[in-house]
Each structure stands twice: as C-alpha cells, then as structure tokens.
C-alpha cells in the first residue's frame, strides 16, 4: 500500500502562487503516471494535470500555462506549481499514483483558497 502525502496548500490572493507537494512512500521510478485532482463543493473531482513515467506532462484547459507539475523520482515526490491563481482554483486537491496493475492511490487532499 503506497501513503502519499500531500502538502502546501492554503489561503492565498487571486494573482498569488503556491507549491503543493506529494511524497510517495515508496518508489516512484514504475510509476504509470502521477497528478492531480481537484474538487470544488458541489462539483465532480477533475484531472488537473499529471505527469508519465517518461516524464511526459499534460494539463487541463483550465490551468494550462498557470500550473506546472514536476517529479523528483529520488524523493519520490510529485510538486504542482500553482502561478496566477484564481478564485475558480479554489478547491480540494488530492494526489494520486498509478501503477501499472494495481488502482489508485490516494492522498489525503489538501485545500487551496484563493480569495478575490
């Protein structure tokens, strides 16, 4: 069972930045793909953006050009940059890892507010 734990979130002003963290207790070197999701009140759980095993990233529309997502593989951890937020960014965000034949793994989630 991998942990993964996430960190760096919080209040922060439209146009301001903040760097969420993800350490993965295990080895990420197999990973398929790790990112991230996130969830407003009311609304589904979107893919925000992820990174492959060969380092590959994608984005969603919505944060494309604002947030970067990066890996350390030596500390296993996964980071989301988050640049030019704003108030339609705040949201739960939550971590995940996938390896090839097992679900999901989870993190606890983390909020980021950004207030207007």
């Known amino acids: 069972q991998v942990q993964l734990v996430e960190s760096g979130g919080g209040l922060v002003q439209a146009g301001g930045s903040l760097r969420l963290s993800c350490a993965a207790s295990?080895?990420?070197?197999?990973?398929?793909?790790m990112g991230w999701y996130r969830q407003a009140p009311g609304k589904q759980r979107d893919l925000i953006a992820f990174?492959?095993?060969?380092?590959?990233?994608n984005y969603a529309s919505s944060v494309r050009g604002r947030f970067t997502i990066s890996r350390d593989n030596a500390k296993n951890t996964v980071w989301l940059q988050m640049n030019s937020l704003k108030p339609e960014d705040t949201a739960v965000y939550y971590c995940?890892?996938?390896?090839?034949?097992?679900?999901?793994?989870w993190g606890q989630g983390t909020q980021v507010t950004v207030s207007s």
């Open positions: 995940y890892a996938m390896f090839s034949g097992k679900p999901p793994y």
């Open positions: 295990e080895s990420i070197f197999r990973v398929n793909s």
């Open positions: 990174i492959t095993g060969n380092g590959d990233t």
